[in-house]
């Protein structure tokens, strides 16, 4: 989160910081100038040759150093746009993750879910929640292997893609039913291409997508059919690729990261009732 950089004790530091360069970079020249006599500056006397090396020596590096701040300060500014202008492929406005402990049983971090739901849902500004098994933006390693292809697998559940505002491109979403299909499976596009896979939707899975071995687990793809294809988004840091993946809501492992999605009002106040509803 970006704005996590300009929180109060970091702007304390940064003021301070700033101070402190300011004072030392200006101490010396002072104490220079201080010491030149104005008759002799009148009088063109005053050089910076001769016994002066040293004073053009810290002219140099001055400028070096102004040179080399003036480029770091455009790159970072690149870079602080760049973060917040890149499309991450899904609403990231007002979505906060919460880590939940890790629970042997996956009926036990279902019921963690489901008690902390109807906790938040009660406030106005909480619009919705989901839950996911893979730690949404903290890593996006490959959890299983397919034909030597790395590929993200994820449990989720069905109002995981309304929440996150990921956008289909071919087929339906998961159904809100109370006995949803378990074997249902939604793709990214990386998957599709892959795989190779000219009419994914409505394609159920066979022999090659059994386990090969990435993840100690007796998950297999095999049977899976998949209902839709979303468009790619970034469920991991930047600097990762976007693996093939396949979303799912069989309970193959408990759920990780609760997704809220938060409106544009009293944010800190949502915020705060978040924090009180999970203690």
């Not at 956008?167 to 299909?181: C, E, H, Q, T, V």
């Amino acid at each position: 989160n970006i704005l996590a950089l300009f929180n109060t004790q970091n702007m304390i530091l940064m003021i301070i910081f700033t101070a402190l360069v300011g004072a030392a970079s200006g101490t010396y020249p002072a104490l220079i100038m201080s010491a030149f006599r104005p008759v002799d500056i009148i009088r063109g006397k005053f050089s910076l040759s001769g016994n002066n090396k040293i004073k053009k020596l810290l002219v140099v590096v001055q400028f070096s150093l102004s040179i080399l701040l003036i480029i770091l300060s455009i790159t970072l500014g690149r870079q602080v746009m760049y973060l917040v202008k890149k499309d991450l492929g899904y609403e990231k406005a007002g979505l906060i993750g919460i880590m939940i402990q890790e629970e042997q049983d996956t009926e036990a971090s279902r019921k963690i879910v489901n008690l902390y739901r109807d906790r938040i849902l009660q406030h106005k500004s909480v619009l919705n929640m989901t839950a996911t098994s893979s730690y949404f933006g903290f890593s996006s390693a490959p959890s299983y292997g397919v034909s030597n292809i790395p590929v993200h697998w994820s449990t989720i559940e069905n109002n995981y893609i309304n929440t996150l505002g990921l956008r289909i491109i071919a087929g339906d979403d998961f159904k809100n039913s109370s006995i949803p299909d378990p074997h249902a499976a939604i793709v990214n596009q990386r998957f599709v291409e892959a795989f190779e896979l000219d009419s994914p939707v409505g394609m159920i899975l066979g022999e090659r997508f059994r386990r090969e071995g990435l993840y100690k687990s007796n998950i297999t793809f095999e049977g899976f059919k998949i209902i839709a294809v979303v468009e790619d988004f970034h469920y991991g840091p930047l600097q990762n690729q976007i693996l093939p993946s396949i979303f799912f809501l069989k309970p193959l492992r408990d759920f990780r990261i609760m997704l809220v999605k938060m409106g544009a009002n009293n944010i800190q106040e949502t915020i705060t009732f978040l924090k009180k509803s999970w203690a």
